[in-house]
């Protein structure tokens, strides 16, 4: 604790001090009361038991006050003077922007000037400008840190929490920019113009907005003179990294290619803070009549404006944008007869209802014509079936028709020539004509029982169960095992063994009938021919022998 007290001797805490770094390194200069208000809105609920509101405004900005002290005793912020009600103002030094870019993440060469010496008028300009952010930025108390407050406080509090919502925070406002015509960034040429608020918060619907604030003393001439030289800035191209030429305002933010269908320049705020003799009711006419030809749109049949290449312009007034904020309905568009709130303003919600309505049609367009489409095609397929039933084969034998199976194999063809046998028949009818027309050997060997195992392996003269050739029977087990060869000679082989049993035994019945009491058989006699055939001499000593 001593040596938190040697460095910060008025006691601040880092909370505090980064609160002053991110609110001064954005708005570059402003009071400890503004400060407070962004940093830690909580503390602007707390001391309402303060007899005097500058006994609360002491009370609650003091937190703030000691951070600037300890900044100021490191060489990071400094004293700049004094607003016209005697509010201290205070600014970094360029050690301070230093440490302020890294609380807010941007490059120490976009973080500007030390304001230094802006105060020396009463900094009425930079007030209304901090003014416009707070009214624009709507900070919401942590209601966390109001959980030991009374009862009133925590009420106050959520009403402000459930006021109407800000846009950004305060690391999405820049201030005090340079728009260069001419020059570079760092060095800005002559004819360029300075924003005095650049908004980028793509979060909230809002990816960038200029705002241009006026106490009301300048006339609607050198604010037509200014918006004309944002055109300027906004049509210069530069080469970009990849040596293709860009709009130089798109090397620096990032905004869609379109803005609300239309290919527009970034929308320019106008907000006018009534502290000087010009009344803007009458500063804001004359202004759209100077710069019609920036902001007219083309209108179109849907009864929408396109703004291709315009430049949309707002106006509102301070105090309205304070009470109301960005959701009120206090933003009035140039070419507009009624007051929008901030995104319809800077949209084009004609053209999105038109484009939507569009969409919608095309939409019911597209599904009449799929569905006109389907019912062709389900009207088609219909007919298409209808005439493929009419053209169903149907069985000449049953008159059932072909099953869509039946019909293919019917037709299936093999070299030109009709694969089936039957094509005019069934399933069913086929398969009986082709049992009616089977061999009785075929029908016989389909009834009998398979060959056993054993026999299939001893038997190898025939492969297969063989015929008889008389009567196209199959042959037996037993009439296949007689007729087969086995061994070299061991059983002689029947005389007949292209006959069946009953055939074989036929054809013995008849022989014995033809020939009764002959010794010798047909089939013996054949047997002897063949065994010992006649020898036939040959040569000149048979011809002798003749």
């Not at 008025?10 to 503004?34: E, F, H, I, M």
Request: one cysteine or more.
């Amino acid at each position: 604790m001593t040596g938190k007290r040697k460095n910060n001797p008025a006691g601040s805490t880092n909370n505090y001090r980064g609160d002053v770094l991110r609110v001064l390194g954005a708005l570059k200069v402003a009071t400890a009361d503004q400060i407070q208000r962004i940093g830690a809105p909580h503390l602007t609920f707390r001391h309402a038991d303060k007899p005097t509101p500058s006994k609360q405004k002491q009370a609650r900005t003091a937190s703030h006050t000691a951070a600037l002290s300890d900044m100021r005793k490191h060489g990071l912020s400094e004293n700049g003077g004094s607003t016209e009600t005697g509010d201290a103002l205070r600014n970094l030094t360029l050690k301070g922007l230093q440490a302020a870019s890294y609380e807010l993440n941007r490059p120490v060469t976009e973080m500007g000037s030390t304001a230094r010496g802006a105060g020396s008028s009463g900094a009425s300009h930079p007030m209304a400008v901090n003014e416009t952010v707070i009214a624009m930025l709507r900070p919401k108390p942590n209601m966390a840190r109001l959980a030991v407050d009374p009862p009133h406080v925590q009420a106050a509090a959520q009403a402000a929490v459930d006021g109407p919502r800000g846009v950004g925070t305060i690391a999405s406002y820049w201030t005090e920019v340079s728009l260069p015509a001419t020059g570079t960034w760092n060095a800005p040429g002559k004819g360029g113009a300075q924003a005095d608020i650049v908004l980028t918060a793509p979060q909230d619907r809002v990816p960038l907005l200029f705002i241009e604030v006026d106490n009301c003393h300048e006339t609607a001439e050198e604010l037509a003179d200014k918006l004309e030289k944002y055109v300027r800035f906004f049509l210069r191209k530069v080469k970009d990294t990849d040596s293709k030429e860009r709009p130089m305002w798109r090397t620096r933010w990032r905004a869609p290619d379109t803005w609300s269908g239309d290919a527009t320049f970034p929308p320019v705020l106008l907000v006018f803070n009534r502290i000087g003799e010009r009344n803007p009711d009458r500063t804001v006419p004359r202004l759209m009549e100077l710069t019609r030809h920036l902001w007219q749109g083309s209108r179109q049949k849907g009864g929408h404006h396109h703004y291709d290449g315009r430049l949309p312009i707002i106006a509102t007034g301070l105090n309205q944008l304070r009470e109301h904020g960005p959701a009120g309905a206090v933003f009035l568009r140039f070419g507009r007869d009624h007051k929008q709130h901030l995104w319809e303003a800077i949209g084009n919600p004609r053209r999105e209802a038109a484009d939507a309505r569009a969409r919608e049609e095309t939409a019911r367009a597209q599904a009449e014509y799929q569905a006109k489409v389907q019912r062709a095609a389900q009207e088609q397929a219909a007919k298409q079936a209808a005439e493929r039933e009419s053209r169903r084969p149907v069985c000449a034998g049953c008159g059932a028709k072909f099953t869509d199976e039946r019909w293919r194999a019917a037709q299936a063809t093999d070299w030109g020539t009709p694969k089936d046998s039957h094509p005019h028949l069934c399933d069913d009818c086929k398969a009986g004509a082709v049992a009616s027309a089977a061999p009785i050997s075929t029908r016989q060997e389909e009834h009998q029982e398979p060959l056993p195992e054993w026999a299939r392996h001893e038997f190898m003269r025939y492969p297969r169960r063989p015929h008889c050739t008389e009567c196209k029977a199959a042959f037996t087990d037993e009439r296949w095992k007689a007729v087969e060869r086995i061994g070299w000679g061991i059983v002689p082989m029947q005389a007949r063994p292209t006959l069946c049993g009953d055939c074989d035994q036929r054809q013995e019945v008849d022989w014995e009938e033809a020939w009764p009491g002959d010794p010798i058989r047909p089939d013996q006699d054949q047997e002897q021919d063949q065994a010992v055939p006649e020898q036939k001499t040959t040569g000149w000593l048979s011809r002798l022998r003749r």
